[in-house]
């Protein structure tokens, strides 16, 4: 499985992006995609997870009411609308598919095994 992640840029305070997560490849072969970020000098944390089968979707205390998940299949395509966003956000967000992941593991970055290579959100004040 490969991913290419996009969509990030630059906003100011309050404002939105939506990022976008292709995926190709053996793309029929994983449970869960996730989103995680990593801002400068902190460890990477989990954003949001979604696993089509059973529906499952999960988010991080500090994005929770303010990000959405979603996915095309159609298109391989998981996305993440960031609304409302704040300076707190700003961090390099990566996208995550997982072969094995199961609903009480998708918050852990251990249950993913394929990233994408990271897109750049900066949220100015």
């Known amino acids: 499985v490969q991913l290419q992640a996009s969509g990030g840029g630059l906003v100011q305070a309050g404002g939105y992006l939506r990022l976008s997560c292709a995926a190709s490849?053996?793309?029929?072969?994983?449970?869960?995609v996730g989103w995680f970020r990593q801002a400068a000098g902190k460890e990477r944390e989990f954003v949001a997870g979604?696993?089509?089968?059973?529906?499952?979707?999960s988010y991080g205390d500090s994005v929770k009411g303010r990000f959405t998940i979603s996915r095309d299949s159609a298109k391989n395509t998981v996305y993440l609308q960031m609304n409302s966003l704040n300076p707190e956000d700003t961090a390099v967000y990566f996208c995550?598919?997982?072969?094995?992941?199961?609903?009480?593991?998708?918050?852990?970055?251990?249950?993913?095994?394929?990233w994408g290579q990271g897109t750049l959100v900066t949220v100015s004040s």
């Open positions: 995550a598919a997982g072969t094995r992941t199961i609903a009480s593991t998708i918050r852990r970055q251990s249950a993913y095994n394929y």
């Open positions: 490849g053996r793309t029929f072969s994983y449970r869960a």
């Open positions: 979604t696993m089509p089968i059973g529906a499952i979707t």
